[in-house]
């Protein structure tokens, strides 16, 4: 990844038109993961600036991508649980309603 590429003038439609390509799908993915974790307060400055710094190196070192990986499976399995507790009372709703008819 050693090439060089002027971004500095990318328009949000030439930008739309890349993520149009077939082979879009990893710049897709982390956008959208940047949208997210710009949304999260818990993401502040100092990650951003880490993220950057990778960017601009165009490299994870290989423990930190090991690490993101495992806390990243912990995240998932947090967001689980959430999700799983939060449809839990419409599932007894949709049960008790069954129920009553």
Partial sequence: ?????????????EILLMLRAPGAGWLATLLAA?????????FNAYHRAVLARCINEQAVPVAVAEAARQRTIQFEQALEATIEAESHPIAHAQADHRAAC
């Fill in 1 to 13: 990844m050693n090439a060089q590429t002027d971004t500095d003038s990318c328009s949000i439609p």
């Fill in 34 to 42: 940047l949208d997210e974790a710009s949304r999260d307060p818990d």
